[in-house]
T-cell receptor, first 118, second 110 residues
Framework: NAGVTQTPKFRILKIGQSMTLQCAQD?????MYWYRQDPGMGLKLIYY???????DKGEVPNGYNVSRSTTEDFPLRLELAAPSQTSVYFC?????????????????FGPGTRLTVL | GQSLEQPSEVTAVEGAIVQINCTYQ??????LSWYQQHDGGAPTFLSY????GLEETGRFSSFLSRSDSYGYLLLQELQMKDSASYFC???????????FGTGTKLQVIP
């Protein structure tokens, strides 16, 4: 299994440009997530999905859009890129919780996309 | 809102034991996870606590006290390769929602 894959690895955008960050997983996970990580900081949840056709906003959704047409893929769209969106973007997936009393839910992360907006 | 607090940096000697603390304020709390991230790499899962008490996985242990909204990660027999950032993350909400702390950068010195 490839796990979670992300493309591209690096990208430089000009202000106002748009792009799509690709994320795919081959573990048949229902849950998928997009995070951003600014230098020296923790991860902030942008959007998440609990299954194909279902998405919801996380902590910092402004300036981004997502779709989930298949279980495997969860692309993140940046419209009108701004310098504040310069960050490392991580996609992750998991099976999700099956019970509240002690079950684990490991998130598996992709290698990340390093995006710079100039 | 949700917030998790961790020390920003910790330095420890190779072979020693180090404890990284995490205090949290979340609604609908389910459990606390710990992740390791080396510079330039992706986070990798270390451990998870849904119930109070200690979970041991090799050299790493994690503890949770729900009544104190507190947890810690204990790393024993430190090795140079343990130099990394460590994040606690709270699972909460009706759906799968995870909030990460700001991370603790651990430096292991000879």
């Amino acid at each position: 299994n490839a796990g979670v894959t992300q493309t591209p690895k690096f990208r430089i955008l000009k202000i106002g440009q748009s792009m799509t960050l690709q994320c795919a997983q081959d573990m048949n996970h229902n849950y998928m997530y997009w995070y951003r990580q600014d230098p020296g900081m923790g991860l902030k949840l942008i959007y998440y999905s609990v299954g194909a056709g279902i998405t919801d906003k996380g902590e910092v959704p402004n300036g981004y859009n997502v779709s989930r047409s298949t279980t495997e893929d969860f692309p993140l769209r940046l419209e009108l890129a701004a310098p504040s969106q310069t960050s490392v973007y991580f996609c992750a997936s998991s099976f999700g919780f099956s019970a509240r009393d002690g079950s684990t839910d490991t998130q598996y992360f992709g290698p990340g996309t390093r995006l710079t907006v100039l | 809102g949700q917030s998790l607090e961790q020390p920003s940096e910790v330095t420890a000697v190779e072979g020693a034991i180090v404890q990284i603390n995490c205090t949290y304020q979340t609604s609908g709390f389910y459990g606390l996870s710990w992740y390791q991230q080396h510079d330039g790499g992706a986070p990798t899962f270390l451990s998870y606590n849904a119930l109070d008490g200690l979970e041991e996985t090799g050299r790493f242990s994690s503890f949770l006290s729900r009544s104190d909204s507190y947890g810690y990660l204990l790393l024993q027999e430190l090795q140079m390769k343990d130099s990394a950032s460590y994040f606690c993350a709270a699972n909460s909400g009706g759906y799968q929602k995870v909030t990460f702390g700001t991370g603790t950068k651990l430096q292991v010195i000879p």
